[in-house]
């Protein structure tokens, strides 16, 4: 059955890495039908409008999205705000820090997965590292509620609710269970943030512990930092709140060669978008040296969480051998190669033999 999949090829390098991933998931041979539509800040430059409503549309119609790295700006008072019609029939307005923000609150895509896992042909101090990052994605610090008390003075607020807290750690035991994945450290700082981390901790504890098979752990998040670079290969998946999932994700992403070669999803009841972690790298656009690795492993988890797990499986068996060959990559990866020049090795290389077989499970 052929899935329609709504297409954003967001700012700055987006449009070239999301066009490298969708024609790797042509060429394998997807079930796939691509819905293309516009979001992103080059589009409020031209419109006014960063991301309109008939992205919202799709994405709710179809079930799931690709996404390319969307630009933000950093300090000021810039919002993206959402007027929509709920069910209760009020038009409501929302507001949120940037556009990617945006869809995940607006699209409730509570749940972001970011698997990191070592690839042979990228030179790093470590090896062998398989872990997934299980990010809280709707409350804590990035709900944006932010004032200033006076002209010298701002404060913000982290809400940690239980219901969000343990509708996380089902999500993380459930995908844990699918994954053949068995241990779990919740990452907080309790010690010190008492009632909200405190609150995160003991709803996750509490949600894991009616899970047979999951060993739960837990750790203070300097100390998880810590443990992260002295031994990485220790972990298995981890279980965090909003700030510190962005955080932690981004230092284990370096552990293995950096974002370019991290794929992320943002997952909810009713829909999911997949997306590359790293930015849009506006000085880098239009140059063809963007490293495609990242876009295209989260379209490989796309294709996993439609059940084309074949597919999935041959596009990162050809990304690992184009990557272990080193002949054919992008400039932060030590080559020479433009990014359409990659992508045709990574598409030269489907066919190949060992492209088809099961050698891992599902990340």
């Not at 069910?87 to 607006?106: C, D, F, K, M, V």
Request: net charge negative; charged share 20%; glycine share 10%.
């Amino acid at each position: 059955m052929t899935a329609t999949i709504t297409l954003i090829p967001g700012d700055g390098i987006g449009p070239e890495v999301t066009a490298a991933a969708r024609e790797v998931v042509d060429a394998v041979g997807a079930n796939i039908h691509w819905e293309d539509l516009d979001a992103g800040m080059s589009r409020l430059e031209r419109t006014g409008v960063a991301v309109p409503e008939v992205v919202y549309e799709s994405i709710l119609r179809n079930g799931v999205a690709l996404k390319g790295p969307m630009g933000n700006t950093f300090g000021g008072d810039f919002r993206v705000t959402r007027k929509a019609r709920r069910a209760n029939g009020r038009i409501e307005e929302h507001s949120y820090p940037g556009p990617t923000i945006a869809l995940r609150g607006e699209l409730e895509l509570f749940a972001n997965v970011r698997p990191i896992k070592s690839f042979a042909g990228i030179a790093s101090r470590y090896h062998d590292i398989d872990l997934v990052i299980f990010r809280e994605n709707s409350e804590d610090l990035y709900l944006g509620i932010e004032r200033m008390t006076d002209q010298n003075t701002a404060e913000a607020v982290k809400r940690i609710t239980r219901s969000g807290s343990e509708r996380m750690a089902r999500f993380a035991a459930e995908y844990m269970q699918r994954t053949g994945r068995e241990r779990v450290t919740i990452g907080h700082k309790s010690n010190v943030l008492k009632l909200t981390d405190g609150l995160f901790l003991d709803a996750c504890s509490e949600t894991l512990a009616s899970y047979p098979g999951i060993t739960v752990e837990s750790r203070v998040v300097d100390a998880l930092c810590m443990e992260l670079v002295l031994r990485p290969e220790h972990f298995d998946c981890l279980l965090l709140p909003n700030l510190y999932g962005d955080i932690l994700s981004d230092l284990a992403a370096g552990l293995v060669g950096g974002l370019g070669v991290a794929p992320g999803a943002n997952i909810g009841a009713d829909c999911a978008v997949f997306e590359a972690v790293h930015g849009c790298a506006p000085d880098l656009a239009g140059r063809n040296v963007a490293n495609p690795s990242s876009m295209i492993l989260s379209a490989a988890l796309m294709l996993r969480y439609l059940g084309q797990d074949r597919a999935a499986r041959r596009i990162e068996a050809a990304l690992d051998s184009v990557l272990r060959t080193g002949a054919c990559v992008t400039p932060d990866l030590g080559g020479s190669a433009g990014t359409t020049e990659m992508t045709a090795a990574i598409v030269a290389q489907l066919d190949a033999p060992g492209t088809g077989v099961d050698s891992t499970p599902a990340p």
